[in-house]
Every structure is written in structure tokens, then in C-alpha cells.
């Protein structure tokens, strides 16, 4: 039986990890498969001498020219970025080639007209890779959980926000210090504000989100926030209450509509995804026939990224063996079949909340909160006075889950009340039950 011959776009982090992989492991791929995979092209910018590849593999800067090539069965773009990736992975459908890409953001923001084109074509567009790294949470949702309604879902789905999180918390590192680590880590983002502004988990939850719900992808739908404004003090007042603050992407249905959102969020120390630390990602997922089941491991870095892509090329190559006969091959997401469901704008949101005010030590004060959290139907979980700093008192309060808008209009209530001073700083809190 002939090879199937493989492009490989991009030779950064997960490019040069694919390479090695399929390379290191080809005996156990070859078992598994049952066909040869030779690469056949590289596209990279500049020539890579210090690769060593055999001659056989051709180097070319030309990417659109390698996607048109008749010796290439699937395209594997691990470039990133939009631009390009966009045009070249267009071409790559429109010339019938089998494509993998660990591409989130490129899928987030313009999945709908690729998945298109590959429905058109009738080519496959794989991409594992794209969500939690080596985690294989897409076949999970497409196969595993096949039978399943989902009813939500909430992941820590960026390694290097959580990597950060986690050193900050247990070891009192500064932010750019643990940043500049993930970076050369080849954790992180190439513009890191993807990262640590949530930009990349909302790429990714727009992803989880269209395969859990059957929605097309709308990441201009996703509230977003990143870490960037948690404070030491707040991680250690969360503590003292039993919460741990994580960065979670959490995507719910309800009878209003989808929730999408990435924020930072207090949830009990107990559950086990309070305790993911480091770059590890984990998905939780609550579906109406299993419960909840949840997924680890390793969320960005060479070694999952590429375990990820070769798992796609082996998808491909098996479903290329089994359609040889020309019955043309499944596409990744059924367009016809797209559901409208509402998304749910941020007001209209609801989760529990952690606030911290800090106020004048004057008799009154805390009542004036509690009343105007009572008239606005909000209803307090716990609540706790810390020792005077500054002047001042820091009183935390935890509240049960109440929609965004409601927690709006009190805050700005008591924000307006002379003696609070600062701005009030707001965390969600999910308790993460059914
Ligand atoms: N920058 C991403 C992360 C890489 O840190 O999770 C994996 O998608």
C-alpha cells in the first residue's frame, strides 16, 4: 500500500514536537494505522539546517505552492496566527487535502467559513490539538460522550495562566517572572496578552463550546477577563474562606441559553480542579446520562501539542484507508445540523461572587452593605471583617449565585457609599455542583 505523504507547516513548538513524534515513534504509529505516513514537505520561513531532515523532504517558504503539491495527502498547519493560516488552509481544502491544525484562535474567529469550505470539499479539518493540549477533550465530546446531552462544562484550558496562578500562590513569584519562564518554556502565546488576558482559554472555549452544544463558533459571544488583576491579598482572603482562585472557561446551557465565559473564579478547595496546578489543563464535564466526568493532563508544550496533531494524522489515515472506495470522508462538524441557540450576553450571567470592599471603620457601614445587598435580592454566603490596613477595613463577602445585572446595580450602590473607598473588586465563584 502507498504512503500517506504529509505537509507540515510551521516548524515552532508544535511543529518541530509533530516532526520528532512521527519520527520517533513511526514503528508504533505504522502498527496502528496500518499504512506508512512519509513526510514529504516542510514550510517553514527560514531553512532549518540544525533539523538534520532526510533529503527526501522538501524545505519551502512557499506555503500556498506546498498545499497545491499532488504528493501531499494532509496538511498539518501548526504555524498559528490568522494570516496566513487562513489562505493557506482555504487553499489546502479547496486542492481536497485532509487538514490537522492546532490553530485555536484561527478556528475560533473564522471556523465557520473553514468547516464550510471543508463540507464543500469533503475533507476533514482534525483539531485536537487546538483545545488543552494533550488532552484529548475533542474526541471526548465527539466520541466518548456521543450519547450524552451536555449540560455544561468548565475547564482550566491555559497552562500558562494556570503556571502563573500556581507559582505566584505557592511560592510568592512576581507575574513577568513566571512569564518569562512560561515563554521560554514555549508555553506561551507568541503575544502573551492572549494568555494572560484570556484571550486564548475564550478561543478555546469557543471551540469546546461548538462541539459540546452544536452552535457554530462565536467568540465574540465569550465574556473574557484574564488574571491580570488578581492580587496576592485576594488569593490568600479566598483561601481563608476555603476557595482557591482559578482561571476557568466555562460554557453552560440553560433554558435562557448559553453562557460562555473565561474569568478568574473562586471554586472549593476541595474539588479536584482547585487542585490542578502548574501547566496542566483539566476539563470538566457535566452530561445528563454519565455525570460529571473530568479530564488532565498536560496543557501546552511540545510533547502533548504534538501528541495531539500525530493522534489527528492517525484519524485521518485510518478514515483514508477505510474510504478508499471513494465514499468520501466525515466531516468534523455537521453545518446543516447547527443549532441557534441563544448566547447569553454577561448581564444576564449567573454565578455566586466574591467581593472585597475596603471601608471606613464607622458604625453602620456594614449594615449599609447588607442592606443594600438584601434590597437588591442578593443573598450573602459568608461574610468576614480582615484586621485595619491602611486605615481601613477589607470586609469580604461571599454571595449565592445571582445574575450579573443584579450584582451591577448593587455594587454600584455601594461603590457609591461615602465610606468605601477604592474600587470594589468582584471574583466569580463557582461551586461547580449540578
Ligand atoms: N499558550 C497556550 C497555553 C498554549 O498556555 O495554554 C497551548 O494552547
Redesign the pocket.
Known sequence: MKPVRLAILGLGTVGGGALKLLQENAAEIRRRTGREIEITHVGTRRPRPDLNLPASIKQSADLLDIVRQPDVDVVVEVMGGIHPAYEVMMEAIKHGKQVVTAN?ALLAEHGNELFKAADDHHVQVAFEAAVA?GIPIIKVIREGLAANKIEWLAGII???GNFILTEMSEKGRAFADVLKEAQELG???ADPTF?VEGI?AAHKLTILASCAFGIPLQFDKVYTEGITKITAQDVKYAEELGYKIKHLGIARRSSKGIELRVHPTLIPEEELLANVNGVKNAVLVQANAVGPTLYYGA??GAGP?ASAVVADVVDIVRDIIYTEDGSGTIPQLAFEALSDLHILSSDEMTTGYYLRLNAEDQTGVLADVTTILSRTGISIDAIMQQPRLKDLIPIVILTDPIVESKMNEAIAQIQALPAIHGEIVRIRLELLDN
Open positions: 485555536k493540549g491555559n497552562g500558562t508555553y506561551a502565546e494568555d486564548d496543557g501546552a501539542t
